[in-house]
């Protein structure tokens, strides 16, 4: 074997051996992805709550004494004919108002309720023989105790055509009752339920829910007031008390 054949040879082996080594290392790198990717996590979620339930109806009240009212005064004319029916009517109207001024009632707190125009008949046969034409208004009266005066000067301004349609009395801010009711109605819920898991072998959990209906009883009120004024004097208004009454629904977890 000549020497070129023998190197020939040996180059060979080594390329070979070479190769070899080179597949070796592809096969045994990983992937950058491998390389990158995170840890697996595992996260357990455990229930909050046993799935027994109990709703019980709590009701509580709160009261306070009203300090505002809306006061409905009307005026009204029947004569012979339209005209003649509407023209007091109006005059009667702007007289009120400017006693309602006087007595320091805002044109933001008095607002036209109702205007209305009839006929008046007589019986039998019906036959027409006037027309009747009103107009009336609410003020609202930020003061209780201011509710005589107004009457007073609505009567001195307008006589025999005033009509006094209704009172009604209601508390203008009513925050510190609802407050009270709900505390009340509250504590008696969770009384009841302490009572009912107590009664059942069960310890009362977590609150799952409230719902609430609120409603307001008391006060004063009256319709056809007096009816219509005949000079002098005024109503003297007891504002009384009101209540609310919030009633709830609550419903609570029960634990063994």
């Not at 992937?31 to 996260?43: C, K, M």
């Not at 019980?56 to 306070?64: D, E, L, M, N, R």
């Not at 309720?113 to 007589?122: A, V």
């Not at 109503?235 to 063994?256: H, K, N, R």
Request: with cysteine; aromatic share 4%.
């Amino acid at each position: 074997m000549s020497a070129q054949t023998r190197l020939l040879i040996v180059c060979g082996v080594l390329i070979a051996a070479l190769a070899a080594s080179m597949t070796a290392l592809v096969v045994a790198r990983p992937h950058a992805a491998e390389l990158s990717a995170p840890p697996v996590q595992t996260v357990s979620l455990a229930a909050t709550t046993t799935g027994n339930t109990i709703t019980v109806v709590g009701v509580g009240t709160g009261s306070a004494i009203p300090d505002r009212a809306a006061l409905m005064f009307g005026v009204t004319a029947t004569r012979p004919n339209v005209r003649a029916a509407v023209a007091p009517a109006g005059s009667d109207e702007a007289n009120l108002l400017r006693a309602l001024h006087g007595q320091g009632v805002q044109d933001k707190d008095i607002a036209t309720t109702s205007i209305y125009l009839q006929t008046q008949t007589n019986c039998c046969p019906q036959v027409v023989n006037g027309y009747t034409a009103s107009d009336s208004v609410q003020v609202t009266v930020n003061h209780v105790g201011n509710i005589t005066s107004l009457t007073e000067a609505a009567v001195d301004a307008v006589g025999n055509d005033l009509q006094i349609n209704g009172v009604n009395l209601y508390i203008a801010v009513q925050g510190a009752m609802l407050k009270t009711a709900r505390s009340a109605a509250m504590s008696d819920a969770n009384t009841k339920a302490h009572d009912y898991a107590s009664l059942s072998g069960h310890h009362v959990g977590g609150l799952v829910g409230v719902s609430e209906v609120i409603s307001t009883t008391g006060g004063f009120a009256c319709d056809q007031c007096g009816g219509k004024g005949s000079g002098g004097g005024g109503f003297q208004v007891s504002p009384g008390t009101q209540t609310v009454t919030v009633t709830v629904a609550v419903t609570y977890e029960l634990a063994t």
